[in-house]
C-alpha cells in the first residue's frame, strides 16, 4: 500500500526495528526521503539496505540515545539541522521497562519522561520553524493504547502514555493555523521485539507458555489476531499525507478493537 509522501523529508525514531523499521520501510515506499534514528547501528545499517530508493531518494541514519538529552540537544539536532529540515517527524521510541507504579523510582520516571516528552519536544523545537515556514507539517506520535485504558503492570508506560498524550493534543491547538497537525497512534498488541520480551516476562510470572500467554492476547482481540508492525506503518503513513490535513489532535487506536473505551 503506497501514500503520496513525494518529495517530503521524514524523521523516524527508533527506526531500526518493529513498527519504526516498518514505517520507515512504508514512508520509504511512498516516496519520502527517510533519516533514521537509533542507538543500535548494525539494526540500522540493516533497515537502511532494505529501505526502497530510487534515484531521486535520500535516506540517511543517525546514531543516537534519545535518552541521552544533553547529547541530543547540544551536538546531535544542531547538526541534523544544519543537513536539512523534515516535513515528518515520527515520535517512536522504547518503553520503559514493566512493573507497578508505585513501586517505581522516581528516576525511571524521570529517564522515561527525558526519553519520550522532552526529546519529542526538543524535536519539534528544531525543525518546527521551516514547517511553520512552509505552512505544512506532520507530527506523529506513536504511543499505546494505554493512554487511553492502563495497562496492568506497565506503571511508568502508562503514566509517560499521558504525558505525550497532553503535550501532542495542546501542540495541535497551537500549531493547526500554520498547517502542521499533531497526532498520536495508539498500537495494540502488535508483534515487535517489545512485545516479545513482555510476553516472556508474563509467561515467567504466570508460570506457563508463551504460546498460552500469546493465545490469551489474541482472545482479548475481537478481530482474533495480534497487530502487525505494518498495520501501524500504514496508519501512519495516512496521518503523514497531504490528504490527512484536516485531521488533527487525534488519538488513532490500532489495536483490532481491544479498547473497552469509545
Excluded at 6 to 22: F, M, R
Excluded at 243 to 261: H, Y
Aim: hydrophobic letters at 40%.
Amino acid at each position: 500500500m503506497k501514500f503520496d509522501l513525494q518529495n517530503l523529508n521524514a524523521l523516524v525514531c527508533g527506526g531500526s526495528q518493529g513498527i519504526g523499521e516498518a514505517i520507515a520501510k512504508v514512508f520509504a515506499e511512498s516516496g519520502a526521503n527517510v533519516t533514521l534514528l537509533s542507538r543500535n547501528e548494525d539494526n540500522l545499517k540493516v533497515t537502511m539496505e532494505n529501505l526502497h530508493s530510487d534515484p531521486f531518494q535520500n535516506h540517511s541514519y543517525i546514531v543516537v540515545d534519545l535518552a541521552n538529552i544533553e547529547k541530543l540537544q547540544t551536538e546531535i539536532l544542531p547538526e541534523l539541522k544544519e543537513q536539512k529540515s523534515f516535513d515528518i517527524i515520527i515520535n517512536n521510541s522504547g518503553g520503559p521497562k514493566p512493573g507497578l507504579l508505585h513501586q517505581a523510582h522516581t528516576s525511571e520516571l524521570i529517564n522515561a519522561f527525558n526519553q519520550h516528552v522532552i526529546a519529542s519536544h526538543l524535536i519539534l523545537q528544531t525543525f518546527l520553524p521551516r514547517m511553520i515556514e512552509r505552512n505544512f507539517g506532520r507530527i506523529i506520535n506513536i504511543i499505546s493504547v494505554g493512554l487511553k485504558q492502563p495497562i496492568q503492570n506497565l506503571g511508568v508506560s502508562n503514566t509517560i502514555r499521558g504525558a505525550m498524550g497532553s503535550w501532542a493534543k495542546t501542540l495541535s491547538k497551537e500549531l493547526g493555523q500554520y498547517g502542521v497537525t499533531v497526532n498520536n497512534i495508539l498500537p495494540g498488541y502488535t508483534m515487535t521485539p517489545r512485545l516479545n520480551s513482555l510476553i516472556k516476562l508474563r509467561a515467567e510470572d504466570s508460570n506457563t507458555t508463551t504460546e498460552d500467554i500469546i493465545s490469551r492476547m489474541i482472545e482479548d482481540v475481537p478481530v482474533k489476531k495480534l497487530g502487525e508492525p505494518k498495520d501501524i506503518a500504514f496508519a501512519t503513513a495516512f496521518l503523514a499525507s497531504r490528504e490527512a490535513s484536516f485531521v488533527n489532535g487525534i488519538n488513532f487506536p490500532v489495536d483490532g478493537g481491544w479498547l473497552n473505551t469509545l
